[in-house]
């Protein structure tokens, strides 16, 4: 029993270990830290983690976003995720660690203006929400996200597949027709040739 159990929490501690979860953390802003949510995305690299999140806030939920200090930047206006007000918005997509072991991450800052941003001490449930929001993103969007995005490459790919397959068809009907006429041209040159010899003949029996 001691030994099942043992074995049984070593898995759970084992399938924690790899699971990343969004966390609250300092996150560097125009050179001064300030309370933010992050979440370690291993399995996308940065350009497809980028492109997903804008995807997620400009797309789907129809937010306005800028560049601003390094950061994709949403002034002022409402997303539901976060409740009704209006709050300014910053995310950040960037590789951390050595490059053989690189790991995207996923910054996220909310202000409620003027870069007073928000803390578990000022705002603990919009951190909460800041969390499942990333959490959301990571298990849900960015992993739809991927698969769309292979999926559209795979379908161009056979679209460009069946296009050239189409092509090389038509090519081989058109070489399999020049090739039929090409055998009744030798059929009826060699007819030719045997009457031509046949005549012959004849010319030299009649000397």
Known sequence: MRRWFFLNLMMIISVMGFTQTAMEEMINFDKKNVQGVSIITSDYDVKLTTAAMQS???????????????????????????????????????????????????????????????????????????????????????????????????????????????????????LKKQLEDREKKIIMKQDELTKAKNTLNSLKETR
């Open 56 to 174: 997620r806030l400009e797309h789907v939920s129809g937010l306005k976003g800028t560049t601003m200090k390094g950061f994709r930047y949403y002034q002022s206006q409402p997303f539901a995720d976060f409740g009704v007000l209006n709050y300014d918005i910053y995310t950040k997509v960037t590789a951390i660690g050595k490059r053989k072991e690189q790991k995207t991450i996923v910054y996220l800052l909310v202000s409620t203006g003027n870069e007073n941003f928000v803390t578990t001490a000022s705002h603990p449930q919009l951190l909460e929400s800041m969390k499942i929001f990333l959490n959301n993103f990571v298990e849900t969007y960015l992993r739809q996200y991927d698969i769309d995005q292979k999926s559209d490459i795979q379908t161009k790919i056979i679209t460009k597949l069946e296009k050239e397959t189409q092509i090389l068809t038509q090519e081989r009907e058109k």
